[in-house]
């Protein structure tokens, strides 16, 4: 019972309706739900936020510990994202191993994390080949209601933007320091229903969606990573409009993350 | 939570949500999952899947021939048959207005809501379909079959949800009409102000359309099945306008 089907009428409809520009609840195809970060919402995590997109839930709790670098990259501390899809947040996801789905939502947040230097790991070296930092980066989903990868990806960031380096705490430091943050990278994912295609998808949108694709850019005006998902394509002109639309929702976005 | 009233000895509790529970003579919309070689499983957002039997439709395919009539993500309306003691859920497409849905969408709420949605009478369901001229079919386990412009189906979509989220207020019926008076063009010409009472929370009859507490005859309310009843459906099931 883990993947029930929807109804085909329903999806028809939801392309049917795209096609007039509109959408099931009445926004616009490049609007967003209400979007809120709250960082510093678990106290007794080194970082965390939580986020809310429409009724879509994720939280984020970032943790430090000492660890032994790898061995091919002695100077750099390490960074790790893991996902977790509770079965609490969606009819759709089961207790057990992690799925797909989880796997894949861990890998894209984490690879436009990295990609924008987000955090430059070699300042989590203490002792080369030694001592370093171990930054892990837990996303939890608490409500699955579309669009999971911008929500997380959102959290990720606001929880190591607002994180502490417990440096006291682990001995190796006089007082504990907040973590350094170089750049501030947005993901934004669209799906094409028919011919529009369509800012930030409810579940239903995603279900029904003809392709997904995801655009991370910086403040710097990069293209960070870009991860395609689902069956369908997009042409390449479609592909330059939505890194346009990318880059200006990520500005907006950027304000939120940062607190300005 | 719920509404809660005392019959002695029995105690019945008109809950404010909940996930749908089948009962016989319900009318559900299902959702093809699966098509077996001499039935269909459908999805009816009950604890399990309930399979659909060609001995319970109204054609006669061979076997492996069933894809001919339903495929994969088909949404039907069906009829509640039997139950069993292990929770097996037995359904028929053989009744009025029951078979293959066609056109149209689908919207969800919550089963406890479907009562609100239908009315008194069927006065709601009557209110919604004249005023945004659409046809609406509801299935007892909280999936609503609505068919009509795109406008229409819009507009369903958003008495539904109001329904749904305050579906234990009173002067439901006279709220949403309303709304659609105010919100465009209606099929009939009706005055164009709403005419939404205020709400009175103390009130004995907390609906304010005297459906509570809900008589024996109206469906989908809990039902005890130890008190027997008229038959359930009677004047319900797929509203047609």
């Not at chain 1, 947005?186 to 579940?203: H, N, S």
């Not at chain 2, 709601?124 to 046809?135: A, K, P, Q």
């Not at chain 2, 809900?214 to 099945?225: K, Y």
Request: aromatic fraction near 6%; include cysteine; proline fraction near 8%.
């Amino acid at each position: 019972m883990s993947e029930a089907v929807s109804a085909e009428i329903q999806t028809t409809h939801i392309i049917d309706l795209a096609r007039t520009g509109h959408r099931l609840d009445g926004r616009g195809v490049d609007e967003w739900r209400p979007v809120t970060v709250e960082p510093g919402f678990v106290k007794s995590a080194d970082g965390s936020a939580m986020v809310h997109i429409g009724n879509t839930a994720v939280l984020c709790g970032v943790k430090l510990e000492i660890a032994k670098p790898y061995p091919d990259t002695p100077n750099a501390g390490v960074l790790t994202t893991n996902a977790e899809l509770i079965a609490l947040s969606s009819p759709t996801f089961e207790p057990g191993p992690p799925q797909p789905e989880a796997i894949e939502l861990s890998r894209v947040v984490d690879r436009s994390i990295r990609a924008a230097e987000t955090i430059d790991l070699t300042k989590l070296c203490i002792t080369p080949s030694e001592k370093c930092w171990t930054c892990y980066v837990d996303i939890h989903c608490l409500d699955h209601s579309g669009n999971l990868i911008d929500a997380a990806q959102l959290a990720a960031l606001g929880a190591l933007t607002h994180s502490t380096v417990p440096a006291k705490r682990f001995g190796v430091g006089d007082r504990d320091y907040p973590l350094e943050v170089s750049h501030f990278p947005i993901e934004c994912t669209f799906v094409r229903l028919g011919d529009k295609i369509v800012a930030d998808p409810t579940f239903e949108e995603e279900t029904a969606g003809q392709g997904r694709l995801t655009v991370a850019t910086d403040e710097a005006g990069n293209v960070v990573a870009m991860q395609k998902g689902k069956i369908g394509a997009f042409s390449p002109d479609e592909v330059i409009e939505t890194i346009e639309r990318s880059f200006r929702h990520g500005d907006r976005l950027r304000n939120l993350v940062r607190g300005n | 939570m719920g509404y809660a009233t005392w019959r002695e000895p029995f105690v019945r509790v008109v809950p404010f949500a909940g996930r749908y529970v089948p009962k016989p003579h319900d009318v559900i919309v299902g959702i093809v999952q699966d098509v077996q070689k001499t039935f269909y499983l459908l999805d009816i957002d009950a604890s399990r899947w309930a399979p659909l039997h060609t001995s319970g439709t109204p054609w006669e395919p061979g076997p492996g021939e069933l894809d001919q009539y339903l495929r994969i993500g088909d949404a039907v309306l069906v009829a509640v048959e039997n139950l069993d003691a292990t929770g097996k859920i037995g359904v028929t497409m053989k009744g009025d207005d029951l078979g293959k849905l066609t056109g149209g969408t689908l919207v969800t709420i919550s089963p406890a809501k479907i009562p609100r949605v239908i009315g008194k009478g069927g006065s709601m369901i009557h209110t919604i379909t004249r005023l945004t001229g659409t046809r609406v079919a509801v299935g007892q386990n909280g999936r609503i079959w609505v068919e009509g412009s795109p406008e229409g189906i819009q507009r369903v979509r958003e008495c539904l949800r109001i329904i749904d989220e305050e579906g234990q207020r009173s002067g439901l019926t006279e709220r949403i009409e309303g709304y659609l008076r105010m919100t465009g063009p209606t099929d009939d010409r009706g005055p164009k102000t709403p005419t939404a009472p205020p709400v009175d929370r103390k009130s004995p009859d907390p609906f304010g359309d005297g459906s509570y507490p809900p008589d024996e005859n109206e469906g989908g309310t809990d039902r005890n099945p130890d008190i027997p009843h008229n038959e359930i459906n009677e004047g319900e099931g797929p509203w047609e306008a």
